[in-house]
Antibody, heavy 114, light 108 residues
Framework: EVHLVESGGGLVLPGGSLRLSCAAS????????MSWVRQAPGRGLEWVAN????????NYVDSVKGRFTISRDNTKNSLYLQMNNLRAEDTAVYYC???????WGQGTLVTVSS | SYELTQPPSVSVSPGQTARITCSGD??????PYWYQQKSGQAPVLVIY???KRPSGIPERFSASSSGTMATLTVSGAQVEDEADYYC???????????FGGGTKLTVL
């Protein structure tokens, strides 16, 4: 059975940083593109970033370019999202996902507020 | 940037057919995926590879495409189908991934 478990969310001040982690199991993690998707309170789903199987290609939504960095460690079956210079509009539940396969974690809440 | 456009809401009575549309310039080349999300829950994939259903998804869910518009059809909608529905696809290059804005399906 596939499991994706996010961690690392919390309350952070504007301008602060946070690192999200996602532990994957139940599938061959190193064979798949992986993504982070977020959902602001009361809003729709927004794709944030994705990363190729070997980490050689990374893509981001325009609103996080230069501030967020996606990475992975295939030896640990783990996905990461380093978030710097956080803004109030980054407040959301962040999901680790293999979107085209329908694999999602339960999400971790990031709140950016003073 | 690339956008997928969905109507904000669709409403039907139980047993009727609900149709949710998704428009995007690259849809003729990039099959959309469809997600269902109920309140407080993670999204659930209901359609992939244009019109395939994952195991456990009822046959009443189907999808079709014509040109730049894709449609999710719920035939004989049930009260339990009330949820937000999102289409998902990519731009022509495959590097920019995007969700539609979501459609709230009301069945009552």
């Amino acid at each position: 059975e596939v499991h994706l478990v996010e961690s690392g969310g919390g309350l952070v001040l504007p301008g602060g940083s946070l690192r999200l982690s996602c532990a994957a199991s139940g599938f061959t993690f190193s064979s798949h593109w992986m993504s982070w998707v977020r959902q602001a309170p009361g809003r729709g789903l927004e794709w944030v970033a994705n990363i190729k199987q070997d980490g050689s290609e990374k893509n981001y939504v325009d609103s996080v370019k230069g501030r967020f960095t996606i990475s992975r460690d295939n030896t640990k079956n783990s996905l990461y999202l380093q978030m710097n210079n956080l803004r109030a509009e980054d407040t959301a539940v962040y999901y680790c996902a293999k979107v085209i396969a329908g694999y999602w974690g339960q999400g971790t809440l990031v709140t950016v507020s003073s | 940037s690339y956008e997928l456009t969905q109507p904000p809401s669709v409403s039907v009575s139980p047993g009727q057919t609900a149709r949710i549309t998704c428009s995007g310039d690259a849809l003729p080349k990039k099959y959309p995926y469809w997600y269902q999300q109920k309140s407080g829950q993670a999204p659930v994939l209901v359609i992939y590879d244009d019109n395939k259903r994952p195991s456990g998804i009822p046959e009443r869910f189907s999808a079709s495409s014509s040109g730049t518009m894709a449609t999710l059809t719920v035939s004989g909608a049930q009260v339990e189908d009330e949820a937000d529905y999102y289409c998902f696809s990519t731009d022509y290059s495959g590097t920019l991934w995007v969700f539609g804005g979501g459609t709230k399906l009301t069945v009552l």
